[in-house]
Every structure is written in structure tokens, then in C-alpha cells.
């Protein structure tokens, strides 16, 4: 679809996804881990982490492709039952659910409850009793599983213990004391042990050590109580190119890897293979979007006393190659400022992410012009891109699409400024189709009582 006659209908910023990419995606997960694990023996389920971005069409649509859903609140767990997600084909996650989120998913018939901690043991339980459940209906719960292994983008660190709040540790028996724990409640179902190593990952060396860890730690759990879980769940996390400088992880090469790892791990173990399931989100939802802004304001800002080093929050640093003034002193940066910012893609903020962007509306002159895409909002470290090269001659009522912002971004959005959160937009065949519409100043304003 043109994105001029896109912004004609639906305005700017607004989030565009596109359908068939997000449909295949998703395909492509469940066909390529049901085919490797299925040459050693044994079955996946794919879970899309609706955390990544949720609505009432895609829940439907990586239903449709085979998916179940993943959740980690009563709000996602609402709009997946809306979705018409039957209970069995929803998890639900959370280092903090509350006693109506737990008695919700019990009410609803999750497929699983993924345990956080040992406190939760008692919780769950009370509640399964409350709810009338007992050995003979027993609630289905998983425990996630901190296995010491963490890892995102590049990095691969392990250590004894994570310093962070998901899961209990492997290390020192916790994991195993919890675990023995789920099993002396006969209204709980202890179906499988959880690990989800981090995000953004590219190195597939962490899913390897943490998927042996599990099954390390199910073996172990067997010989102690003759108890053999029939499942692991290995998480997300599959990385995806945000900027043309990266890879995305592949996902074919990727499961034969672990299929082969479970299956040589289980044999030295000598346990009987379990079923694997996983749990992608950004993978699937991240590359089919992108946003569209529109330009107000370039501004050329003389920036003196530097080479064009960093500035802002987040970036990389710009290049040094803005163009410098005669004296060497100073340069000049061109602040390129969109309708939208923060608000929306918090996560150059947040994580220093980057992202690439493109003049969307027309061909730009020839020329580079150094610049800062940056947001509407009142705080200076609201910047996109802090320096991506745009046409020299871009000027305000042009368009930027910023690619790969499916996920994390509708999903982390806010009402800083009293923005208004943007519309979700599907594409399809030449056709849009408004997902989530935007927010109204009404929308804000029924929030507030006076
Ligand atoms: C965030 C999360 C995911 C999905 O992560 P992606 O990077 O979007 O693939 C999966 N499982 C759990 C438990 C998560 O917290």
C-alpha cells in the first residue's frame, strides 16, 4: 500500500502492520521447531509472548497460524479471551500476579500458571482450593526455572546467581525445593519447568546451555521423587534485526540445534524425551511493523566544543562526521523532530535500542544530512535516532517510517504529554484495516473524574 494514501486515512504517527509478514512468521516458528523436534521424537508448542504487542486480531491471527498465547496480566489475559483464546491455549507468567489474575486463570482453565517463586507455591494452591480443584482436577502450573544463564543481543554471561527478579534459582537446590514443594500439593499439576534466558538474543550458545540446565535439573528432579515432567519450556528472546547492520536469528537452524541438543542431553540423562514449547514474541510481531511519522520541525543546532561526539540519552553516539564548522570547534546537527517520540517507542530511552529510519513520502535530493530524529515531548532525551543520515533536503509534511517497531512499541506506549496513543493499522492485500483505533482527547478525559 502507498504510505501516502495510508496517512491520508488513518493520520500520524501510526503504528502499520503487515499481516501476512506477521502470519508467516509465526508459521514459520511453529513448522520449523514442530519439524526438528519431530525427527528426534518428540512435540512443540509455540506460544506468542502477547506481551511483544496484543490485540484482539493478532491473538486471532497466531491462533489461526497453530500459536497458543502467551500472557502476564489480567489485562492480557483479557484481550486474549476476547480473542476467543480458549483458556487451555494461554499461559500465564508474573514474578507479581495478583490473586484475581491467579483466580482468573484458574477460573479460565490456563494451560499452565508459571510459578515464580516459592511464595507462590501456597498462593496458587489456596486459591486452586478455593476454587474447588483438587487431585482429581488438579491446576496445571510450570516453574520458571533461573538457570544462571543469561543473555541478550551479544552478550552471554553466566553467573551462579542472577541478580534479578524472575524465577528461582537453580543454584544451591532452590529450584528443586520449590519443585518438591508444587508436587506435595495434590490440587497443583506440576507440568514442566520454564526458562526464559533474555531478549534480543542473536548467540544461540544460551539457549543450548539453559535448555541442558532444565533438563539437568528434571533429571534430578526424578531421581529425588520419581517424578518426570513432560515438559520444558525454553522462553523467547529470538533476535530480529532492527537495523540493517544486524542479523535476525535463524529460526530453522536454530531448532534442529535444540532439538539435537534435548535429544543427546535426554539420552545421556537417560530420561525419556519431554515435550518442548517456546515462547517468541518480538520475533514474530517486531519485523511486520513500522511507524510512520510526520515532520514538523528541522532545526539546524551548532553544537560547539566537539568532534560531534555523544549527546543525548541512549545512542551510540553520533559519528564526529556532522559537519563541521570552519574552525574545527563546532558542528552542526539537524534535529529532525516527528510527531510522535517517547510516548510511542520508548525503547531508545529505555535501552539505548536502535533503529534505522527512511524518507517514506518521496525521493529525497541527493545528499546526506546528518541528523537527530527526535520526539514532541518535553524532555531532551526524547530521541528516536540520535544520528542516522537522512536526504539533505528533508523538510516539515515529510514522512519517516521507522521499520521493525511491531513490537515493544504500541505495547510500552504511553500518555506522557497526554499524548494520544497512535492507531495500529493492518495492511493486507492492498487493503488497511484499523487494529486498534487511535486514542481521543475524550479517551483521556473519561479517565479523569475531575
Ligand atoms: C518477554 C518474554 C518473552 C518474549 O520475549 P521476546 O524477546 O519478545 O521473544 C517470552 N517469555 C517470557 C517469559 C518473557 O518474559
Redesign the pocket.
Known amino acids: 500500500m502507498d504510505v501516502r494514501s495510508l496517512v491520508e486515512e488513518h493520520g500520524t504517527p501510526v503504528y502499520v502492520i503487515d499481516e501476512a509478514d506477521l502470519r508467516l512468521r509465526a508459521r514459520t516458528f511453529v513448522e520449523a521447531f514442530r519439524a526438528a523436534f519431530a525427527e528426534v521424537g518428540t512435540s512443540v508448542d509455540v506460544?506468542y509472548?502477547g506481551?511483544?504487542f496484543l490485540s484482539v486480531a493478532v491473538a486471532r491471527w497466531v491462533r489461526e497460524e497453530g500459536l497458543r498465547v502467551?500472557t502476564?496480566s489480567g489485562g492480557e489475559l483479557a484481550v486474549a479471551v476476547r480473542a476467543g483464546v480458549p483458556g487451555p491455549e494461554i499461559g500465564l507468567?508474573g514474578n507479581n500476579k495478583s490473586d484475581d489474575e491467579i483466580r482468573r486463570a484458574i477460573e479460565l482453565r490456563v494451560g499452565r500458571i508459571?510459578i515464580d517463586s516459592a511464595a507462590e507455591v501456597e498462593r496458587v494452591a489456596t486459591l486452586a482450593r478455593e476454587a474447588g480443584r483438587t487431585s482429581s482436577d488438579p491446576v496445571p502450573v510450570m516453574l520458571?526455572v533461573t538457570t544462571g544463564i543469561h543473555a541478550g543481543g551479544h552478550e552471554f554471561i553466566s553467573t551462579a546467581h542472577e541478580d534479578q527478579k524472575?524465577g528461582v534459582s537453580l543454584a544451591g537446590g532452590a529450584a528443586l525445593a520449590v519443585l518438591r514443594d508444587v508436587l506435595a500439593h495434590p490440587e497443583l499439576d506440576l507440568v514442566g519447568l520454564?526458562s526464559?534466558i533474555?531478549?534480543?538474543?542473536q548467540d544461540p550458545a544460551g539457549f543450548r546451555a539453559a535448555a541442558s540446565a532444565l533438563l539437568g535439573l528434571r533429571a534430578e528432579l526424578r531421581d529425588v521423587t520419581g517424578r518426570l515432567v513432560p515438559e520444558v519450556d525454553l522462553?523467547?528472546?529470538?533476535?530480529i534485526a532492527y537495523t540493517s547492520d544486524e542479523t535476525p536469528i535463524d529460526v530453522a537452524h536454530l531448532a534442529r540445534e535444540l532439538a539435537q541438543i534435548v535429544r543427546d542431553a535426554c539420552a545421556e540423562l537417560g530420561t525419556a524425551l519431554p515435550a518442548i514449547s517456546i515462547?517468541?514474541?518480538?520475533?514474530?510481531?517486531?519485523p511486520a511493523g513500522v511507524t510512520v511519522y510526520r515532520v514538523g520541525v528541522v532545526k539546524p543546532v551548532t553544537v560547539s566544543g566537539g568532534s560531534g561526539g555523544s549527546g543525548g540519552s541512549g545512542g551510540s553516539g553520533a559519528s564526529g562526521e556532522a559537519e563541521e564548522a570552519s574552525d574545527g570547534s563546532t558542528f552542526v546537527r539537524t534535529y529532525v523532530s516527528v510527531d510522535g517520540g517517547m510516548s510511542d517507542n520508548i525503547r531508545p530511552a529505555l535501552y539505548g535500542a536502535t533503529y534505522s529510519v527512511r524518507l517514506a513520502d518521496r525521493e529525497g535530493a541527493a545528499g546526506v544530512l546528518r541528523s537527530r530524529v527526535v520526539g514532541k515531548h518535553c524532555e531532551s532525551g526524547d530521541i528516536l535516532l540520535p544520528d542516522v543520515e537522512l536526504p539533505a533536503d528533508v523538510a516539515p509534511g515529510d514522512l519517516l517510517a521507522v521499520p521493525a517497531t511491531g513490537?515493544?512499541g504500541r505495547s510500552m506506549a504511553s500518555n506522557y504529554n497526554n499524548l494520544l496513543k497512535p492507531p495500529v493499522v493492518a495492511v493486507r492485500d492492498g487493503v488497511s484495516t484499523v487494529l486498534v483505533r487511535r486514542e481521543t482527547e475524550e479517551d483521556l478525559l473519561a479517565l479523569d473524574l475531575g
Do not use: L, M, N, T
Not at 522462553?235 to 533476535?239: K, V
Not at 515462547?279 to 517486531?286: D, H
Open positions: 506460544y509472548a506481551k511483544s502467551d502476564c507468567h508459571v520458571r524472575f520454564h526464559h533474555g531478549s534480543q538474543i522462553g523467547g528472546g529470538y533476535g515462547e517468541p514474541g518480538r520475533a514474530i510481531s517486531g513490537a515493544y
